[in-house]
């Protein structure tokens, strides 16, 4: 069976002081992206093989989300997942978060399992804290280090996504977040009724500790801008930069004046 493992975007990214676990405490709005995922093909096979081109075998999460299903399984579940990468690695789209839970949903279904979303839901969250989100999809709140999940609403949106070369690790990021001073407290507003209303409502906590690790995030970001970007915000963790836009037209318009040689990709996310 293939699935389709889309990208996030984190419109909201509200991050908390470090908590003893290491973890930080989130408060996030997360949209499942169109016009931007990876395959995920899935199949009983007989032995464990877990093919991505970059990120193969074990080091790929798919394989850690395979450990949890067939722990909760207590027996063997000899899977072959294959992944067409199309989401950037160490961009802060949750590529690798996607497989994962696309391998979850898929082994679950050819395996006969018939575990139940909530089931899932939890197995996802040992594999990593973005991945319950892939699970359930859409867009959603997101508490807790990023498991506890809420139904929510964003306005339809379009989005070009531009990535330097140089990625960011996850825990390198939080890891300088802890070093800079705190981000202003949570204001607690929801997202706009329209896509309007998205440019002074955007916010990512880890900006100023993506750009102290990655000066160079500066050039892409004044790139978007330039290109009439409405706002521009840091995927998750990055390195990935959006430029938020009301309709794709508006995306397409301003990839087409862009001037930046790296990855670029017009997507599109939230609305009814
Ligand atoms: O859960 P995941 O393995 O994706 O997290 C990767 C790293 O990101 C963690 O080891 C931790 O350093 C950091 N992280 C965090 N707070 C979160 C999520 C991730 O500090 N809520």
């Known amino acids: 069976m293939t699935l389709a493992a889309p990208a996030k975007l984190n419109l909201r990214l509200l991050v ?31 032995e464990r093989r877990v093919r991505c081109a970059g990120v193969e075998g074990p080091a790929n999460l798919a394989w850690r989300a395979l450990d949890a299903l067939e722990a909760q399984a207590g027996r063997p579940l000899p899977t072959e997942v294959v992944i067409d990468k199309r989401i950037p690695a ?119 500790a993506a750009l102290a690790l990655a000066p160079g995030l500066g050039a892409p970001a004044r790139a978007l801008a330039a290109a009439g970007a409405r706002a521009v915000l840091l995927c998750g963790s990055g390195s990935c930069l959006a430029g938020l836009f009301p309709a794709r037209a508006d995306a397409e318009a301003a990839a087409a004046r862009l001037r930046w040689p790296g990855f670029r990709a017009v997507v599109e996310g939230g609305g009814p």
């Open 16 to 46: 908390g002081p470090r908590r003893d676990d290491g973890y930080h405490p989130l408060r996030t709005l997360m949209v499942a992206l169109d016009g931007l995922a990876d395959t995920v093909t899935v199949r009983p096979a007989p």
């Open 90 to 208: 160490q961009a802060g789209l949750g590529g690798g978060s996607s497989d994962a839970a696309a391998t979850l949903l898929g082994a679950d279904r050819v395996h006969g399992l018939g575990l139940g979303a909530a089931r899932l839901e939890r197995l996802a969250a040992e594999v990593g804290s973005d991945v319950p989100f892939f699970v359930r999809g859409g867009v959603q709140w997101a508490g807790g280090r990023g498991e506890r999940l809420r139904p929510a609403r964003a306005p339809r949106f379009a989005a070009l996504l531009v990535k330097p070369d140089a990625g960011l690790s996850t825990g390198a990021v939080y890891a300088a977040f802890d070093r800079l001073a705190p981000p202003p407290p949570d204001d607690g507003a929801e997202p706009p009724p329209a896509a309007d209303g998205l440019a002074g409502w955007v916010r990512n906590d880890l900006w100023p």
